[in-house]
């Protein structure tokens, strides 16, 4: 069953006992983002009762990759795959009217934070932060709209302070600053994880991602107009806040726990004037937890599925990639390949390199490696390869200024071959195996 708001996902997730209520008090300083690291990766969280608020705060909605791939209604295998092929296929959205949508059943142009049961989530964040928001904007020259995440920081009643990174947002803000004018921006709150997804492809300039939210649902997106800005919003949000990136304004921002488990540094940042607020009359927040699976996901399925295209463009013979849990989702990736040829590991490689900045490590294996098993992955390390013959650095590339190894983000790469080789004579890298073993249950035994 594929979902199309955040209401229904939570109750197929019900239905499926991977919900769980907490009824019992909880603090948004701390408790609410503790209780949701515990359940990281096992069920979602809807609290009840949060701090002297009457809105219920969801959290974990898709904490691991079984959630993701029940949300494609696909296997756990083909997730990358699915999205890739979404990615490349996308479906253009509908706009319906505002009686239609339910995110309109309240409107207020008089915007106040603090009505919202914001967490703050780490130790030392500068504050309360919106982690969940997918902020709508377009391209001042092409009208195209791009959808993204960003943290948030709450500076003021209608004042959020944000981080953007040099991608499409980075440069739609640069142009419309030059013009001294402001960026008109949306934030939806409250969305199910195929739109949280789809906001996180690397597309190039001038693709909507919402139409490759279109495409994961299997028929078009409904948006609603704004209010006050020009631009359309998932309808079945909870909460869209409407606001102006401005000009010329920079306030401090961070410090904020970030993906890879440290502290984004706090610095000026560019600052949201908020406009107008819509939503339900008996909404839902919705809280991504950092650094938890459910954030480090909802980036690698994505990046997965175009690293995918990526290298199959270079090594048709991929099978499948997998950015690691370990490497933050972000920066280290194993590839499974039918080798061919010699070289094909290393053009392989090449090509994940180049399809990213953030990713520094890269591990080929054969196409028998489970991918998804660290030990197996670093079994093929262990047993297939040799340092001086299949090991390589790359150094002074462009990496993530968010890995606090880096140099304000010049970083090493390094690839690793652990693929057998061609020619090895027959026999000498045969894994030993039990017939029987994949089939046999222990449990029909023990008494």
């Known amino acids: ?14 239905e499926k006992g991977l919900l769980k209520q907490v009824n019992k008090l909880v603090d948004l300083k701390y408790e609410l983002a503790a209780l949701g690291k515990k359940a990281d990766g096992k069920y979602a969280l809807r609290f009840n009762n949060v701090g002297d ?32 092929r979404a990615q490349a296929n996308p479906i253009d959205c509908t706009v319906v009217d505002a009686s239609k949508a339910p995110v309109k059943e309240v409107v207020s142009q008089n915007v106040d934070l603090s009505t919202l049961p914001i967490p703050i989530h780490h130790e030392k964040d500068s504050g309360p932060y919106i982690t969940a928001g997918v902020l709508v904007a377009k391209d001042p020259k092409t009208g195209i709209r791009n959808i993204s995440i960003h943290r948030l920081q709450v500076l003021g009643p209608n004042r959020l302070g944000i981080l953007i990174l040099p991608r499409h947002l980075f440069h739609f803000f640069r142009e ?21 997804l789809a906001s996180q492809a690397l597309t190039p300039p001038g693709v909507d991602e919402l139409t490759i939210a279109s495409a994961l649902y299997g028929k078009p997106l409904e948006l609603v107009k704004c209010e006050t800005v020009d631009l ?18 920079r ?11 440290y502290y984004g540094p706090a610095s000026p940042k560019p600052v949201i004037e908020l406009t107008a607020m819509t939503s339900r009359k008996d909404l839902i927040y919705q809280t991504i937890v950092p650094a938890t699976r459910e954030h480090l996901l909802l980036g690698a399925i994505p990046r997965e599925g175009g690293l995918f295209q990526i290298v199959k463009n270079t090594v048709p ?24 040829n010699e070289g094909e590991a290393k053009n392989a490689i090449f090509a994940a390199l180049s399809s990213s900045q953030e990713i520094k490590h890269v591990v080929v294996v054969d196409k028998e490696v489970n991918i998804f098993d660290p030990e ?21 590339a462009m990496g993530n200024k968010l890995d606090p190894s880096s140099d304000d983000g010049l970083s090493a790469k390094m690839g690793i071959d652990a693929t057998v080789p061609l020619n090895a004579e027959p ?7 039990i017939p029987g073993e994949d089939t046999i249950s222990l449990e029909d035994y023990i008494e």
């Open 427 to 433: 026999g000498r890298f045969e894994r030993i195996r």
């Open 53 to 84: 608020y009457k809105i219920p705060v969801v959290t974990e909605i898709a904490g691991g990759r079984e959630f993701f791939a029940m949300a494609m209604d696909v296997p756990v295998d083909q997730v990358a795959e699915h999205f890739a």
């Open 176 to 196: 419309a600053e030059s013009m001294g004018k402001p960026l008109e921006v949306a934030i939806a709150i409250g969305l199910d994880p195929l739109v949280l």
């Open 317 to 340: 013979t991929v099978c499948a990639v997998h950015l690691t849990p370990g490497g933050t989702c972000r920066y280290h990736v194993v590839i499974s390949i039918d080798k061919q």
């Open 232 to 249: 359309e919003v998932p309808a079945q949000a909870e909460i869209v806040l409407e606001g102006k990136l401005l000009p010329g304004i």
């Open 1 to 14: 069953m594929i979902c199309t708001s955040l209401r229904q996902w939570l109750s197929l997730l019900e």
């Open 251 to 261: 306030e401090m921002e961070g410090p904020f726990g970030e993906y890879p488990k």
């Open 376 to 396: 197996d992955v670093e079994w093929a390390i262990a047993t297939r390869c040799q340092a001086d013959r299949d090991v390589f650095v790359v150094a002074g």
